[in-house]
């Protein structure tokens, strides 16, 4: 079991810039990989930015060159650091981790753009 809590979520003008945290507590030995989603109201939650044990990383198209995401190991804690935002960022931004088959989540920050 692994229990994941976010922070750093908030409302932020359009080119402006965020970094969320997420802390990892209790089985954090055994994770494979560490992420961040986000979700939008009638939407699928997306796969934003993951990092894997070994440090490499992979984004989705739409973030790339704006978004990083960084920690020191996948154990955490884990930040994604969030520049030139646009409004289609707009969504809760969730952490996942992974061990083997099993996801585990955090309760999710909002991130709001807007002017």
């Known amino acids: 079991q692994v229990q994941l809590v976010e922070s750093g979520g908030g409302l932020v003008q359009p080119g402006g810039s965020l970094r969320l945290s997420c802390a990892a507590s209790?089985?954090?030995?055994?994770?494979?990989?560490m992420a961040w989603y986000r979700q939008t109201p009638g939407k699928q939650r997306e796969l934003v930015a993951r990092?894997?044990?070994?440090?490499?990383?992979s984004y989705l198209d739409s973030v790339k060159g704006r978004f990083t995401i960084f920690g020191d190991s996948v154990e955490g804690p884990v930040y994604l650091q969030m520049n030139s935002l646009k409004p289609e960022d707009t969504a809760v931004y969730y952490c996942?981790?992974?061990?083997?088959?099993?996801?585990?989540w955090g309760q999710g920050t909002q991130v709001t753009v807007s002017s």
């Open positions: 996942n981790a992974r061990i083997r088959v099993d996801d585990y």
């Open positions: 209790g089985n954090t030995f055994s994770i494979n990989s």
């Open positions: 990092i894997v044990r070994g440090g490499d990383t």
